[in-house]
């Protein structure tokens, strides 16, 4: 029986998943594509877990996929960098049953190191990427998606954007059908990549590709809506089909393409013909344009909107209103953004009161030591008044960087700044554990930080190997880190408890100056979990406070200073007592 329900872009997806028969799901959390696998877990007739990275997740999903049942793994952008090994060979393999991969790209970077677009990754690796545009389509899309991927033998990317995750539209679910699994068929031409099989498997993926743009030419997923003005044509796709309609109303002619690769050929010329002119609208890079460019059309498209950051309907509406013809086409007006007269205070993301990483970072700051970063809320470490971190690059990078970072020392005078880098626990065992046993194998005097807040804190407190905890909040295994790091060859492995300022200042200090590789464990609770029990908040004594600001050097945000000196915030501060730890005076005092 079907029903119909306001839905979130992602757990519209998880419906359609599962309404198609998904059977097996393993994904990395991370934003904007985290509540697709979240919502999947709820269905405990269905396998899903958490997996330490998107390679390991889509390997997971080929090998349910080669078992003979529906499969699934969810990722964003950067995520597909990392799963961009198996992905690549998938295409020449194919699949068993449908594999369907999530990639959930962010425009304008709200939880991200770059915004990359990811359709081409569907481009390079010759599979068929789907995108859709509200909630509606992210529950047909997926549906859609295994249906390509068994007809055409290939994993599908379907493409999401942080607009259309976490937007509500109506949805109509049809409930779930039944699953056949397939019987298992060996075929080693088909699945075993060595060189002389991958050979005869190329051209397959170009017929492939041929036999896709022939689909993608009458798709119901690709539309060709005319309306009454035709001295203009609009393509597009995702959210900014979206934006047009808000903007140009029901009468511009507009090609929707929801088939995102392969591109249509004759469908675009059919409406190239069909109007005057042509503008491509479309986030991030000019995929759409150069097709159509190539296909001998002229158009218009990134001469007129940018290249970076999300798009709007004030900015498509902006821009069109500059355009000749747009105005005739015009059937509604687009909703202005509200002017406020009073200027709005800026918000800069910082750690919450109570953090675990906040000690160790005063820490390193206050012992000027050259911090190499990593990804995760720990990222934050970064910004003022701590400002204890000198770069990040991508999951796992700060032990790698480092690694390279100390070995470059000898080859100039160098200077005689201490290094060290931190990485969380979860991105430890995404990619940071590999760079370990790279510099234990190769030598160097690295001192390694794990802040292990025992939770992946980043996407919203999932679990990961270390925390003994699966999805479903069930007992499953345990990573022990100080094991690892002993097995690994490190004899120098300590645990320090962050809240501890003493205990951090003799680790770093002594563990910087050792002249072998060496593994600190700061090991304390994200201060958010539930399971994580609050003490008393402080408050500042006025006859003891100085107003010297102390406290203030760990940015803590329950902590304020007015003209009668400190204020603590009893709302927001959970009683850690590192602030106290600053004071001289005794000032901060735990509540009677």
């Known amino acids: 029986m079907s029903k119909k329900q306001l839905m979130l872009g992602n757990d519209a997806v998880a419906q359609g998943l599962y309404d198609a028969g998904v059977c097996v799901a393993s994904s990395y959390p991370g934003t904007p594509s985290t509540e697709v696998t979240e919502t999947l877990a ?68 709200h939880s991200s190191q770059n915004e990359q677009d990811s359709r081409h990754y569907a481009i390079a690796s010759k599979v068929p990427m789907l995108e859709p545009s509200d909630s509606r389509e992210c529950y047909e899309y997926a549906k859609a998606a295994f249906e390509i991927s068994e007809r055409f033998d290939t994993p599908v990317l379907l493409r999401l954007c942080t607009r259309v995750s976490h ?128 296909l001998g059309i002229e158009c218009h498209g990134k001469d007129m909107f940018p290249l970076c950051d999300e798009f709007s309907q004030n900015l498509v509406a902006r821009i069109l209103d500059s355009a000749p013809h747009t105005g005739s086409m015009r059937t509604s007006t687009p909703t202005d953004i509200v002017a406020i007269d009073a200027p709005i205070p800026a918000r800069p993301p910082v750690m919450c009161a109570g953090c675990p990483h906040r000690g160790m970072f005063y820490t390193l700051s206050k012992n000027k030591v050259r911090v190499f970063g990593d990804i995760g809320c720990y990222t934050l470490g970064a910004a003022a008044p701590l400002a204890a971190i000198d770069t990040t690059l991508c999951m796992g990078a700060s032990v790698t960087t480092l690694h390279g970072y100390t070995h470059a020392q000898a080859f100039g005078d160098g200077d005689d700044v201490k290094t060290a880098c931190v990485i969380g626990d979860s991105t430890f065992m995404h990619s940071g554990v590999t760079g370990l046993i790279n510099t234990a194998y190769n030598g160097g005097a690295s001192t390694v930080i794990i802040l292990d807040n025992s939770i992946t804190g980043m996407t919203g407190h999932q679990q990961n190997p270390t925390t003994g905890l699966d999805i479903h909040g069930d007992p499953a295994g345990k990573i022990d880190l100080e094991a690892l790091c002993r097995a690994i060859g490190i004899t120098r492995v300590r645990v320090v408890d962050p809240y501890n300022l003493a205990e951090c200042e003799a680790a770093v200090t002594e563990e910087t100056a050792a002249d072998e590789l060496s593994v600190i464990i700061s090991r304390r609770p994200c201060a958010l979990l539930k399971t994580v029990k609050a003490k008393p908040p402080l408050t500042v004594n006025a006859e003891k406070c100085v107003k010297c600001k102390a406290c203030m050097k760990i940015g803590c945000p329950a902590i304020s200073m007015t003209d009668d000196g400190a204020v603590i915030d009893d709302t927001l501060c959970v009683g850690c007592g590192v602030c106290a730890q600053l004071c001289k005076f005794g000032a901060l005092e735990v509540q009677a």
């Open 167 to 294: 937007s509500q539209s109506l949805v109509e679910t049809t409930g779930r059908g039944a699953v056949t699994p397939k019987m298992y068929a060996r075929d080693l031409a088909k699945y075993v990549m060595m060189p002389g099989n991958a050979k005869r498997r190329h051209p397959i993926v170009e017929n492939r590709t041929r036999a896709l743009i022939e689909y993608a030419e009458t798709s119901p997923l690709n539309s060709l809506e005319l309306g009454e003005c035709r001295e203009l044509g609009i393509i597009c796709s995702g959210t900014a089909y979206q934006y047009v309609r808000e903007v140009l109303g029901e009468g511009a002619s507009v090609l929707k393409l929801g088939l995102v690769n392969p591109l249509p050929e004759k469908l675009i010329r059919d409406f190239a013909d069909a109007v005057d002119s042509l503008i491509v609208i479309e986030e991030l890079d000019p995929v759409i344009e150069n097709h159509v460019k190539t």
């Open 42 to 109: 709820e269905f405990r007739d269905i396998y899903t877990e958490w997996a330490p990275n998107e390679k390991v997740a889509f390997e997971v999903a080929f090998g349910a996929s080669l078992g003979g049942v529906r499969s699934f793994c969810a990722m964003k952008h950067v995520g597909l960098n990392v799963a961009a090994d198996p992905l690549f060979t998938m295409s020449y393999t194919g699949v068993g049953a449908g594999l369907v991969v999530v990639v959930a790209d962010d425009p304008g970077m």
